[in-house]
C-alpha cells in the first residue's frame, strides 16, 4: 500500500458525492415546522412513484426528501402530502463523468505535480474536456480506464486508483482482513528490479512466484500450501509473464469463490515437484502484529503493515511481550507501510528521542515543510511555507504513546525490497538515530506519500502529495541500504535472512549495544 496521509475528510472533495446511492431513491422527513408526517409522505411518494413507473426507496434523512428518475435528474413540486419537502439530487446509476470529474478535482487540489497554478490550468482545460466528452466514460470499464489514466499522465511511481474491486479490498485491510486464501508472497530477487520498482517485477522462471508464509488454519494451510510453494498456475492460467498482483487476482477479493494453485514444491535433493491444491477464498483476519521468542533471549515481531486501524494497538502489545527479552527482531519484510499516524505511534513506542521524519508536502500552490521530532516528554511539531517563511509555526505536545522498550535494548530492523513508505520511514528514523540495525537487503526505496482521497461509485485513488526524509535523510530510489547484508537463500523453506537478524542480535547483546 504506500504511506498514507489520513488526516483527510471522508468526503473530501468529493464530499457532495459522498452520500451517492446507486439505486432511484427518495429520502423523507418531516420539515422544521414538524407540520408534515413521514407516514403520509411516504405514502405519497410511493404512490407518485409508481405513477411515474420508477422505483424508489425510502429513507429517513433528516429534512430532505429526495426524488430522482432513472436519468438522475432530480424531480420537483411532487403534489400533496410532500408539498413542502426540500429536494436534492441523487445519483441514481453509475456515472462515469462524475467519477472522473471528481479525480480531476482531488488531483487540482492535492497532486505535487499541479502545484504550479499554469501547470494546473492546463491539466483542468484537458480533463475536463475529456471528462465531458470522452465516450469510453459510459461504462464502468472503460470509465476506469480513463480515470486511471489521468491519475497516470502525472508520472509518479506511486499514484495508485482503486477500481471498485480494490477500493473494497482496502476497506477491508484497514479493518485488519481479507478475502482470499491466506498466503504471502514474493517474486524471488525482485529487488534487482528497479525500474519499475520491486513490486512491478515481472514473474519468470528465473524469478518465480514463492509463497513466504501461510496463515495457520487459512484456507492455503487447510489446503496443504506451503511456504517455499513456487506458484505456476491459478486456475489453469500461467503466473509466469504476470505482475505479482496481476497473477494473484484470483485468489482474492470473492469470499467463496474456488481457487486451483498448481506449485512447484522444492525437494531436498534440489528438484521440485509439482502438486495440485484445491481451496476457497474466505474472509482471513490476522493480527497486525505478531510475537514469538527465538529463544537465547530473542524476540520476533512481525509487522505486517501500518495500515490497519488497530496496527498502533497491536505494535503496542507486541512489543510489550519482550519485556524479558534481552533483544529484539521487527520484521518489515513484505510490508509495504499505511498510514502515517500508525508510524508516529510505533516510533514513539520505541525511540527515545531524535527526528522522527521531515515531509515536504504540497499546500496549494506553496511547499510546506513539516518537522516531527521527539523529546523524553514532548513531541515537536514545526511547519513552514515555502513563501512565507515568516509564518513558521512551531508546536509542542506531549507524546501520543511513552516508550516502552528500554533505551539499552538492541533491536534489529529486518527489511527487504517489498519494505516500503512507512516502513522505510521507521527503519530509516531508527537507523539514522542509531537505535537499530538494518539486516536485508535495500528497501523499495519509496520515498513519496500519497493523500488517501474516497471518490464515488465505490472508487478512491491515492494521490502523490509529499515527500519524506526518515531521521531528516533522503530515501534513495535505491533504497535504504541495510548494515548488514542477507539475501534469500536459495531454499525457500530456510530463511536465512532471519538467522542472520538473531545472529546480529545477539552480538549486539554481547557487546553490551543497543
Not at 140 to 167: C, I, P, T
Not at 236 to 261: C, F, M, N, W
Request: proline share 5%; glycine share 10%.
Amino acid at each position: 500500500m504506500g504511506t498514507i496521509r489520513d488526516s483527510v475528510e471522508s468526503g473530501s472533495n468529493a464530499g457532495s458525492n459522498s452520500g451517492l446511492k446507486t439505486d432511484a431513491a427518495v429520502a423523507y422527513s418531516a420539515d422544521t415546522s414538524g407540520e408534515h408526517n413521514h407516514a403520509l409522505a411516504a405514502e405519497a411518494a410511493s404512490a407518485y412513484a409508481s405513477k411515474q413507473n420508477q422505483t424508489w426507496s425510502l429513507t429517513g434523512e433528516a429534512l430532505k426528501l429526495t426524488e430522482a428518475d432513472e436519468t438522475g435528474r432530480a424531480k420537483r413540486g411532487v403534489p400533496g402530502a410532500l408539498d413542502g419537502y426540500t429536494y436534492t439530487p441523487v445519483e441514481t446509476s453509475f456515472n462515469g463523468p462524475n467519477l472522473c470529474h471528481s479525480l480531476r478535482g482531488e488531483m487540482e487540489r492535492y497532486h505535487r505535480r499541479l502545484q504550479d497554478p499554469d501547470t494546473r490550468l492546463k491539466f483542468q482545460k484537458y480533463w475536463t474536456d475529456t471528462c465531458d466528452n470522452n465516450p469510453a466514460l459510459a461504462t464502468e470499464s472503460g470509465a476506469d480506464k480513463v480515470v486511471k489514466g489521468m491519475l497516470l499522465s502525472m508520472n509518479e511511481r506511486f499514484d495508485h486508483y482503486f477500481d471498485r474491486q480494490g477500493y473494497a479490498g482496502l476497506q477491508r485491510a484497514l479493518a485488519g482482513s481479507d478475502i482470499g486464501i491466506g498466503i504471502d508472497t514474493e517474486v524471488r530477487d525482485a529487488g534487482s528490479f528497479r525500474s519499475p520498482q520491486p513490486y512491478e517485477a515481472y514473474i519468470s522462471k528465473d524469478h518465480p512466484l514463492e509463497v513466504r508464509s501461510v496463515t495457520p488454519g487459512g484456507p492455503a494451510d487447510q489446503a496443504g500450501l506451503k511456504v517455499g510453494d513456487r506458484i505456476e498456475a491459478i486456475n489453469g492460467v500461467p503466473t509466469e509473464g504476470k505482475k505479482r498482483r496481476d497473477a494473484l487476482a484470483e485468489t482474492e477479493g470473492t469470499d467463496g469463490a474456488s481457487v486451483h494453485i498448481s506449485v512447484a514444491r522444492p525437494q531436498d535433493n534440489g528438484t521440485f515437484e509439482r502438486k495440485e491444491f484445491d481451496t476457497r477464498e474466505k474472509l482471513v483476519v490476522e493480527d497486525t502484529a505478531q510475537y514469538s521468542s527465538l529463544g537465547d533471549g530473542v524476540g520476533y515481531i512481525k509487522l505486517r503493515n501500518f495500515i490497519a486501524d488497530d496496527a498502533g494497538d497491536k505494535m503496542f502489545w507486541a512489543l510489550g511481550q519482550t519485556r524479558d527479552d534481552k533483544a529484539i527482531i521487527i520484521d518489515l519484510r513484505n510490508n509495504g507501510g499505511g498510514k502515517l499516524t500508525n508510524l508516529d505511534q510505533i516510533a514513539q513506542l520505541i525511540m527515545e528521542k531524535g527526528s522522527l521524519y521531515r515531509e515536504e508536502v504540497r499546500s496549494g500552490d506553496s511547499l510546506k515543510t513539516e518537522t516531527r521530532t521527539l523529546t523524553s516528554s514532548d513531541l515537536i511539531f514545526t511547519s513552514t511555507l515555502s513563501d512565507h517563511p515568516e509564518t513558521a509555526e512551531k508546536l509542542i505536545s506531549p507524546r501520543r504513546a511513552e516508550r516502552i522498550v528500554p533505551e539499552d535494548k538492541p533491536i534489529v530492523v529486518l527489511v527487504d525490497e517489498y519494505s516500503a513508505s512507512a516502513s522505510e520511514i521507521l527503519a530509516g528514523a531508527l537507523q539514522a538515530n542509531k537505535r537499530a540495525i538494518l539486516v536485508g537487503v535495500p528497501t523499495t526505496g519509496k520515498s513519496e506519500g500519497q493523500q488517501l482521497v474516497p471518490l464515488p461509485f465505490d472508487r478512491g485513488a491515492a494521490i502523490t502529495d509529499f515527500e519524506f526524509y526518515p531521521g531528516d535523510r533522503p530515501v534513495p530510489h535505491s533504497g535504504l541500504k541495510p548494515d548488514i547484508t542477507a539475501a534469500r537463500g536459495n531454499d525457500a523453506r530456510v530463511d536465512d535472512q532471519l538467522a542472520a537478524a538473531k545472529k546480529a542480535a545477539l552480538a549486539l547483546t554481547a557487546a553490551g549495544r543497543p
